[in-house]
């Protein structure tokens, strides 16, 4: 028995190893070397694809020339050309090959017809429509095998699962120069949307049923089903999401079963779903065969199932890095993706580096649509001990969030903050409460190392000493990023950052809400938050506004090496506006690694002549 098991490995290692061999030293004699004339374009590239498998070692010279013009014939043929004179000499080298083409063959009937619900249909209208061959034109094979290929892809797309083609012929006459194509194309009766049925879901399936992208009674789309489907696994909540329309109803009445116990159903869904499915009566194979035959299925409903399993309940991520900002760092998270029947999530994360700590936690309360609408419960405590800034801090919130069809997320939340901090040399506990709104939108593709993409971001909060907050402030925050990537080779990247801060008494506002700039997000050649107005001590302060601006290009140097050339500028300031803005230039290197990207940059800061600095991080830009 051990040694049967280990057979297989070792067969597809070997295979591994042989087959990259064997067409290193085969491919030299597979690939025929031809000269061809009389012939251009696709015609002589489709010839030239036709011959390149021969093996000339495995043939004599009389049946190498044979084989070679039944290829040539059948690469000629898809272009109309069915009488060509073909001139073979097999002992020059390379092999010559002159081909008269002959006369080509021009369609002399051309009849199409779609009959069946799909006549009507715009998508099979379309694609009739955008045929390029008429009466009269050469005979090309390639779009009419594309016109059947689309016909019956547009039948199963959209519903159209009786179809069939009642004639299909493509009559060539090659002494006439002729050809006669015909398609009859019967689509028979549109599908629509049954009742769903859902199995094996931990959530109520109400909540399910809520988020479909479809209703009963509907024309039936292919479209919608994975819309559905890519929802449900969207939500965290199941470790598989199957929906799939109950197509072979007729099999199920046959007795027929398979021997090995399972109904098809049953292997495809699993017990479960076959437990929900009613006990229907069998009959015989001929029986049924008879049966429809002589009674046309009027029911054109198509019933859904849906079958999900639970995702894990518990799952832990731990994740160690390094950043110029703050050294090494750890993180630990564990996300509970669901916690009751309604799709309630939690998650909590721990991170840790020598200058900062923060524990939060999140409380997900999904709405009708789990996707776009939600209430937030986030609660967490901060410490921070970075150079000029101590801060013990503790926050809870509540949120509610929407997500409209353009991707814009709008969250309206209320925050109170708690913290005890020292500031430049100032200590002070503030207790504060206030409201803020956002919107916010990220788009991204690829996810990993995106080539095209762009973040936007504002954010408005205010307090007032009226309800309670030790500080009055109105507090507006805003980010753009784009990026642009130009060819395969050539990635642009830009971001632009603001803030600002009206307030009477600045001293009361806690550093979590106060301006500082520098760092490897930021302006980069100066340090982590380095940037802020100072005291009279020489300490930093903080600033009640900022701005931050990035010009980067990025060339790629060879697969997922990149070098990049960048200019950062921008401070945190005082009385709307900086007397100048802190500039860093540089250079850098991208690795997109299987832990993502990591980037390390060189930059120097223009107002110290003799200084750099090295930055480096590893994770994406957004």
Known sequence: MERQRRWPIAKKAACSVALPLLVLTANPTWALNASISGVS??????????????????????????????????????????????????TKRPIDLRIDPGPQVKIEILSINIDGEAKDDP???????????????????????????????????????????????????????????????????????????????????????????FEAGEPYLAESLALYSQRLAQTGWFSSVSVRPRLDIARELTLDAPTHGATWWDEVTGTQAAELQPQRPRLSGAALATAISITPREDTSLPIDVTVNPADRHQFEVGIGYATDVGPRMRFSWHQPWINRFGHSLEHDLFVSAPDQRFTGTYHIPLDDPLRDSYRLQYGVRNRDDGDTRSLEASAEIARRWE?????????????????????????????????????????????????????????????????????????????????????????????????????????????????????????????????????????????????????????????????????????????????????????????????????????????????????????EF
């Open 123 to 213: 998508p099979f209208q379309t694609a009739l429509d955008a045929f390029p061959l008429r009466e009269g034109d050469a005979l090309r094979h390639a779009p009419w095998d594309r016109l059947r290929n689309q016909f019956s892809g547009l039948a199963l797309e959209r519903g159209y699962f009786d179809w069939d083609f009642t004639d299909r012929r493509m009559e060539v006459r090659p002494y006439l120069e002729s050809a006669r194509l015909y398609m009859d194309f019967n689509s028979g009766p549109r599908y629509q949307f049954g009742n769903t049925t859902i199995a094996g879901s931990h959530i109520e399936p109400d909540r399910l049923h809520k988020m479909q992208t």
């Open 41 to 90: 374009d696709e015609v002589e590239d489709n010839i030239d694809a036709y011959l390149q498998t021969i093996d000339e070692d495995q043939y004599t010279e009389l049946r190498l020339e044979g084989e070679i013009r039944r290829r040539t014939q059948e690469a000629m043929r898809v272009y109309g050309y069915y009488d060509p004179d073909i001139s073979v000499d097999v």
């Open 404 to 620: 409209f069809e353009n991707r814009w997320v709008q969250t309206l939340y209320f925050r109170t903050t708690y913290e005890d901090f020292t500031q430049g040399g100032v200590s002070d506990q503030v207790l504060l409460y206030y409201p803020g709104i956002q919107w916010s939108r990220t788009r991204t593709r690829p996810q990993r190392f995106p080539l095209w993409g762009d973040r936007q971001q504002l954010s408005i909060e205010y307090s007032d000493t009226i309800w309670g907050s030790d500080a009055q402030f109105a507090r507006l925050t805003g980010d753009t990023e784009w990026i642009r990537t130009i060819g395969d080779d050539n990635r642009f990247l830009a971001r632009l950052s603001v803030g600002a801060i009206e307030t009477d008494n600045f001293d009361k506002l806690p550093p979590s809400l106060r301006f500082f700039a520098g760092g490897d997000r930021s302006v980069r050649g100066y340090s982590f938050e380095s940037l802020s107005p100072r005291n009279a001590e020489g300490r930093l302060r903080g600033g009640q506004q900022m701005l931050t601006s990035t010009l980067e290009y990025q060339r790629r140097i060879s697969g997922d090496w990149w070098g990049a050339t960048f200019v950062d500028s921008g401070d945190a300031f005082d009385n709307w506006g900086p007397e100048d803005l802190k500039t860093g230039a540089g250079v850098g290197v991208r690795w997109v690694s299987p832990v993502g990207p990591i980037r390390l940059d060189v930059a120097h800061p223009f107002d110290h002549e003799d200084d750099w600095r090295l930055h480096f991080s590893i994770g994406p």
